[in-house]
Structure formats: C-alpha cells, structure tokens
C-alpha cells in the first residue's frame, strides 16, 4: 500500500509539471503571433490637412486723400456755426464754478433764475463737437467751427483741437474758456479756443453762401445736398460755404436770428439730434469730395 501510494504521488506530480509546460508554451507562442502581426502590419499614413490653396482677391484701394492731390492750391474750408449753445457758470456752494446744466442745478434755474431746467444742455454742445471734430472732413483741413452762445459769446474753435471725450472734463474746459477768454495749448502757444468779437458775418469770407438747417427746411438727400451746394474738387471750390446747425434743445435755427442764411434746408423728414445731423451732412460732403 505504501509503495502504491508512492507512485500515485509520483503520477500526480508529473502530470501538474507537464500542464505546467504546456501553459508557458501557449503564451509564449501567443505573444510571438501577436508581436508577428504587428510586425507584419504597416503603419496607417497620418491624415494630411486639408488647406485652403485659393487667394482672396485684393482689396479695392481707396482713392487718394483730396489733401495730397492740390498741395499748392488753397484749401477752401466749410465753415459751421453752432447757434444758441447754452454755456452758463454758476458758483456752488464751495465757492466754485461749474457749467450749468438741467440735472445739477435744477433747483437754482427754477427758483434763482425762474426758467427752465431742460433749456440748460451744454451736452448738446459736446456731442456736436465731437461729431464735427471727429469727422476725416476735419481731419482733411476743410472744416472751421465757431460757436455762438445764448448770450451772444462768439468762440472760435482750433481745427486741431481734441475736446475732451467726457462731460465733466469738457464742462471744466468751457469753464475756464468762459473766464479766461482762450485756451491755449499745454507747452505751446496755439490758441485751441477764443472768444471772438461780434458779429459773426464779419469773420466770414467775402461773397460766402450761408445755409441754415432745421426740420422746417427744404428735404435734401445728404449726398444729393453736397453735390447741389458744392463744387467736385474743394481746391476748385471759389464761392466758400457755411452751415448754421442749432445746440440748442428746444427750437431751430431762424432767419430772423441770421439775416445773412439764403435758404433753411434739412436732411431728414424726421427730427433729428444735432450730431445726427452733422454726421449725415460730414457723410454727404465727404463722400461727393472722396474724403475717406
């Protein structure tokens, strides 16, 4: 019995170490037919981008700045009034003075000077400027802008000039203007802003045609207006022209306020902001003059 439990042992003992083998050989042989095939199989070419060969077709050039065709040539400038602007200053409380305006002196316009508040918009004055001076017109050198107050201050604006883009700094700017008469320029002596004397029509050039804008004029598309009143080229232009705008918040421009205007236009059947006007009137001339 012993001997025969001997043998068994021995059996058993053989047949686990050839299962045994057999088990690493499949591995073994698994892993060389795997790594064969990968071998064997090429590698897929990377997908190449696709990229657009076509060019786009160059841009249309602008033409030439009328400014650089005629430099010996005398330039002849529109010439813009801005009437009845309300610049008034008013000392406050530390005894200092400020621009009056309809939100901050409510009180003092209704009970002090009994009127009213909403007739106080120097802010109109502002966007006016902006759009004005802004303008590539401007920027050409056939713009000249004065202003007329509602107490008949007459200021002469530098085209150079840069107004200040907010309210309160431009407030503080026509503050000292109204009490020092001129503003010049930091570390020059060009007068950006001057109070000028009266009247008006005296400061214009001999034979110049003056034209008022209101809602009550004649209608005028604003390119079909620039090519009525002016000539092609502005270095050929021999009669000079002036606009009268309104900067004020109630009311329009008249002739009985400016004898010299020959005839009201206007360039909307719709009322219109002072800047929204000047800006279709400056698109009209520029466009007919090439200005860009």
């Given amino acids: 019995i012993f001997q025969l439990s001997i043998l068994c042992y021995e059996r058993t003992k053989a047949t686990t170490y ?50 650089t065709q005629n430099k010996s040539t005398k330039k002849e400038k529109i010439i813009v009034l801005l009437d009845q602007a309300t610049l008034e200053t008013v000392k406050n409380r530390r005894g200092l003075y400020e621009l009056m305006n309809c939100d901050d002196h409510r009180d003092i316009c209704k009970k002090k000077l009994k009127k009213d508040p909403n007739i106080f918009r120097p802010d109109i004055l502002h966007q006016e400027l902006l759009a004005l001076l802004d303008s590539p017109l401007n920027k050409a050198g056939y713009l000249q802008v004065y202003i007329l107050t509602n107490k008949n201050v007459l200021i002469e604006v530098n085209p150079s000039i840069r107004i200040p883009r907010t309210y309160k700094r431009f407030a503080g700017l026509m503050v000292q203007l109204l009490h020092k008469m001129k503003i010049k320029a930091g570390n020059e002596s060009t007068t950006l802003l001057k109070v000028i004397k009266n009247p008006f029509s005296q400061h214009l050039p001999a034979g110049t ?8 004029g004649k209608l ?42 020959e005839q009201m236009l206007s360039v909307s059947e719709y009322p219109l902001s002072g800047a929204s ?16």
């Fill in 220 to 261: 005028y598309d604003p390119y079909a207006l620039a090519k009525t009143l002016l000539l092609p080229n502005p270095t050929e232009s021999i009669v000079p022209t002036c606009f009268v705008i309104g900067a004020m918040s109630t009311g329009h421009v008249t002739v009985n306020d400016h004898p010299y205007i």
């Fill in 18 to 67: 050839q299962l045994a083998i057999m088990s690493d050989n499949d591995s073994s042989s698994v892993a060389s037919s795997s790594s064969s095939e990968s071998s064997a199989s090429p590698e897929r070419p990377s997908k190449k981008i696709k990229t657009d060969t076509t060019i786009p077709p160059p841009l249309e050039l602008a033409p030439p700045p009328v400014s």
């Fill in 277 to 292: 006007a000047i800006s279709r009137i400056m698109t009209g001339i520029e466009h007919h003059w090439g200005i860009v």
């Fill in 209 to 216: 045609r003056c034209y008022g804008f209101s809602k009550e």
